[in-house]
């Protein structure tokens, strides 16, 4: 269960962010990165530590600008510059910088902040985005939280220097829900548990005494929906995290699992298996009333809604393999977009609309890929023994999933690990975490 008191600290952080100076100028030639490209030569930018008025800001004020790079070279757009060859001193930096000083270091970017405590408690942290060459002011903006929520405050200046110069939305100030592994392969202990997108704030959400699998957030990024053998039963719950509480989503006559929350919140798709059928229900939330989206035979799971909740993107082996499907959101016109070599998966929308990603195993390797809606443009962006489970950041350009090493025959050498890659493929990168891990899902942006 979360403190309450970091609930009162994230809410006046939500309430300082609406209330945040805001001041982007309109420059002449300025950085710029093309998103949509290929791999390509990550833009060089300075980052010093942010001023503070006393040894306590300047420590928090360090901290910062470390987390700030972390997040920008992470993504693979970023280079950023090693301290060690900044000229000018961060002191100086706060009247005006020095722009020869920095291109000196072949920075083409800079980043200027200071962090200040506030007479009721909090911190205010303000930064300045410096196009170097140009020498013109870019962004920046002054917000102020509470002492705890620095590293959310670090998030967010990464988040709005990267939109600043991508023009794409920013992915830092998020979460990571997902199956933390142990114990040896004929007994592993999984537990639900929850990150930072960087891997800091890990806890655990579950004690490991029951099997969970499938987490999945809601758009409020408040609650969780997941699979759980609750006492041997395997039902589909919905975990709040702020209050710690959990509800079962109904009691159904059979087993219920794959579930994942509308884009309104308001209602939770899932498929049942009832009889030796499988088929894909929809439990409206606020009337508890549940719907049947599919009728056939054969075995119909990992429904996927699109962004604007009209259609779902689902598996099925209807046609006599595994392969991907998209009806509307009503269950109306199922109709088959993939027809590639292998056998399909793991469905999930794009939160733009303009992709859907998806697991493929062919030749005995397994795929993560992605293709638009009607089934064309398929691309693989990685691949190995067991690759699963993507899952979108909030920005459409980032996924993470799970990749699992095999075991020798004595049942020696698995592990599972959690990965994030690009659109390009090219910028693969392991996301640590305490055990081995599996089933990633990544929450929208934090409110």
């Known amino acids: ?63 910062i600008a470390r987390v700030v790079s972390a997040d920008l070279e992470r993504s693979g757009l970023f ?12 002191a100086s930096l706060q009247v005006q910088p020095r722009f020869p000083d920095w291109k000196a270091i072949n920075a083409e970017a800079l980043v200027v902040g200071k962090v200040e405590a506030t007479g009721d408690g909090r911190i205010k942290v303000e930064f300045r985005l410096w196009d170097v060459f140009a020498e013109s002011y870019m962004t920046g903006w002054t917000l102020a939280a509470a002492p705890a929520d620095w590293r959310r405050l670090a998030h967010k200046v990464a988040d709005a220097i990267y939109k600043r110069v991508t023009g794409e939305d920013g992915y830092f100030d998020t979460q990571i829900v997902y199956i933390a592994e142990s114990g040896p392969k004929n007994d592993r202990k999984k537990r639900l548990a929850i990150m930072d997108q960087d891997g800091e704030g890990h806890r655990f959400l579950t004690d490991g005494s029951e099997l969970v699998l499938t987490p999945r957030f809601s758009p409020s990024a408040r609650e ?12 589909v719950y919905i975990f709040n995290l702020d209050t710690g509480r959990r509800e079962a989503l109904g ?55 699109a962004p604007d909740g009209s259609q779902i993107v689902f598996e099925s082996d209807r046609g006599g393999g595994q392969q991907l499907y998209i009806m509307g959101a009503t269950g109306a016109n199922p109709t088959r977009i993939s027809f590639g070599d292998g056998r399909y998966a793991t469905p999930v929308w794009s939160p733009r609309g303009d992709l859907i990603a998806f697991t493929k195993q062919k030749g005995g390797q397994f795929f993560i ?45 698995q592990s599972v690990r959690l990965f994030t890659i690009d659109l390009t493929g090219v910028n693969e990168r392991v996301l640590l975490t305490p055990l081995d891990g599996s089933d990633p899902a990544w929450s929208p942006l934090i409110p």
């Open 251 to 305: 009691t159904f006559p059979g087993m219920t699992f794959a579930p994942r929350f509308s884009p309104d919140g308001n209602k939770v798709v899932f498929s049942m298996a009832e009889d030796g059928n499988t088929e894909i229900y929809e439990m409206n939330l606020l009337t508890r009333q549940k719907a049947r989206l599919t009728n056939s035979p054969a075995i119909e799971t990992a429904p996927s809604y």
């Open 1 to 63: 269960m979360i403190p309450m008191s970091r609930i009162r600290s994230l809410a006046a952080l939500a309430a300082t962010v609406l209330l945040g100076v805001l001041v982007s100028l309109p420059a002449g030639a300025e950085v710029r990165i093309d998103i949509t490209r290929g791999q390509m030569k990550p833009l060089p930018i300075a980052i010093p530590d942010f001023a503070g008025a006393g040894p306590q800001d300047g420590r928090v004020g360090a901290d």
């Open 79 to 90: 280079k950023p510059v090693d301290p060690k060859a900044f000229i000018q001193t961060v």
């Open 224 to 235: 969780i929906t997941y699979l759980s053998y609750y006492r041997g039963v395997p039902r």
């Open 369 to 413: 890929g992605v293709m638009r809606p009607d089934g064309s443009g398929e691309r693989l962006l990685a691949e190995g023994f067991l690759v699963e489970g993507p899952t979108w950041a909030p920005n459409g350009r980032v996924l993470s999933f799970f990749r699992e090493a095999p075991s020798d025959e004595r049942g020696r050498g």
